[in-house]
Structures are given as structure tokens and as C-alpha cells.
């Protein structure tokens, strides 16, 4: 079974940065894609940024410019950089990971358990 461990929220001023980590463990054949979710109170989960085999990724308009999605593919482990934060980035933040574990097996989906990101005034 995989897991993904989340890592890196807190506390952080407008203006402020902080890198979040991701890392799967357990029984990964392959990995398609790797994203970041986020849900603040009383709203939809959204879709942050992701980023898929070959390093193409994609991000929100409301974060094109100041966050930044990398992968590293040896340890299974997805970073989130944001920087230039701002009070309406407070969420909690969940990583997802779309993987198989045998290369005749179809592709699941595993979500981490999220951490939180509170950006003050």
C-alpha cells in the first residue's frame, strides 16, 4: 500500500516562503503524476499545481508566478515552493499521486493527509 507523508506547513507572514514536501513510500512500479491540492474553510478542493512524467507542470492562475512544483524522481518526493504568500493561500494542502505497481496493472490514486498552511497580515 502507498502512503505519501506531507511535511513542511506552518505559520508564515504575508510576503513569507515555504517549501512543502511530499514523499511516497510502498510498492511504486511507476508514477504519472504527482500534484498538490489545496482546501481552505468552507470552499472546493483545488487543484494547486502538478507536474507529470517529463517535468511538464501546471499551476492555478491564482499562483502562476510565486509558486514553484519540482520532483525528484529518486525518492518519490514532490516539493511545492511558494513564495510571495499571501492571507488567501491558507489551506490545507494535500498531496496526490497518481502511480501503478505493476507494469500490467492500471493507474490508482493516493492522497496524503495534508498540512496546514496558515499566511498571516
Known amino acids: 500500500q502507498v502512503q505519501l507523508v506531507e511535511s513542511g506547513g506552518g505559520l508564515v507572514q504575508a510576503g513569507g516562503s515555504l517549501r512543502l514536501s511530499c514523499a511516497a513510500s510502498g510498492e511504486i512500479f511507476s508514477i504519472y503524476r504527482m500534484a498538490w491540492y489545496r482546501q481552505a474553510p468552507e470552499k472546493q478542493r483545488e487543484l494547486v499545481a502538478d507536474i507529470i512524467n517529463g517535468g511538464s507542470a501546471d499551476y492555478a492562475d491564482s499562483v502562476k508566478g510565486r509558486f514553484t512544483i519540482s520532483r525528484d524522481h529518486a525518492k518519490n518526493t514532490v516539493y511545492l515552493q511558494m513564495n510571495s504568500l499571501k492571507p488567501e493561500d491558507t489551506a490545507v494542502y494535500y498531496c496526490?499521486?497518481?502511480?501503478?505497481?505493476?507494469?500490467?496493472?492500471?493507474?490508482?490514486?493516493?492522497w496524503g493527509r495534508g498540512t496546514l498552511v496558515t499566511v498571516s497580515l
Open positions: 496526490n499521486l497518481d502511480y501503478r505497481f505493476s507494469p500490467d496493472e492500471g493507474w490508482l490514486e493516493v
